[in-house]
T-cell receptor, first 111, second 114 residues
Framework: SQQGEEDPQALSIQEGENATMNCSYK?????LQWYRQNSGRGLVHLIL?????REKHSGRLRVTLDTSKKSSSLLITASRAADTASYFC???????????FGKGTSLLVTP | DVKVTQSSRYLVKRTGEKVFLECVQD?????MFWYRQDPGLGLRLIYF???????EKGDIPEGYSVSREKKERFSLILESASTNQTSMYLC?????????????FGPGTRLTVT
């Protein structure tokens, strides 16, 4: 069952700009994860933020989590053309094993 | 680095054929997963396995079965392929429960059923 929902569905920016994607979910979570998928490829894990964390950084990525609003955001700073991909948020499912993925935000970064 | 491999990148099968999709991981992960990905629907879980010979249904198991005889290998079986099973199939593995750890994905198999 899909729990996370990303917003916007599509985002187009120029190189050097920042890109912000949002994710909302419905039930309580233990952690929230962000993944990237280049066209026609598998997903790559970017970052995991636990429910007791509010913000996490990894290189040019900044993730925030607001459990009271059941939402998260992914910020990519100083975007590059290579950041062009789809980005998915995922929350741990009720089984504790599988993830519930959103439908993704498609990011296009133009030179 | 964790490596998850899938037997084929592209596959074309006919309606009614039995189809096997193979997935192998090399990091001794306990859990393995099969998802399908369709435009506008995102990723949907078909089956997962948390141990050898153990399996659990995901959100859309109908028309599929799985096999996990060895820890490193997880197979997805389409008993009688139908055109509505045309999709991108993604295999993933994780060390243990995803309450703590991320999943690692294979490159995907794009299956077309004609």
């Amino acid at each position: 069952s899909q729990q996370g929902e990303e917003d916007p569905q599509a985002l187009s920016i120029q190189e050097g700009e920042n890109a912000t994607m949002n994710c909302s979910y419905k039930t309580s979570i233990n952690n929230l994860q962000w993944y990237r998928q280049n066209s026609g490829r598998g997903l790559v894990h970017l970052i995991l933020i636990r429910s007791n964390e509010r913000e996490k950084h990894s290189g040019r990525l900044r993730v925030t989590l607001d459990t009271s609003k059941k939402s998260s955001s992914l910020l990519i700073t100083a975007s590059r053309a290579a950041d062009t991909a789809s980005y998915f948020c995922a929350t741990d499912g009720s089984s504790g094993y599988a993830l519930n993925f959103g439908k993704g935000t498609s990011l296009l970064v133009t030179p | 680095d964790v490596k998850v491999t899938q037997s084929s990148r592209y596959l074309v099968k006919r309606t009614g054929e039995k189809v096997f999709l193979e997935c192998v991981q090399d990091m001794d992960h306990e859990n393995m997963f099969w998802y399908r990905q369709d435009p506008g629907l995102g990723l949907r879980l078909i089956y997962f396995s948390y141990d050898v010979k153990m399996k659990e249904k995901g959100d859309i198991p109908e028309g599929y079965s799985v096999s996990r005889e060895k820890k490193e290998r997880f197979s997805l079986i389409l008993e009688s392929a139908s055109t509505n099973q045309t999709s991108m199939y993604l295999c993933a593995s994780s060390f243990t429960r995803v309450t703590k750890y991320e999943q690692y994905f294979g490159p995907g198999t794009r299956l077309t059923v004609t």
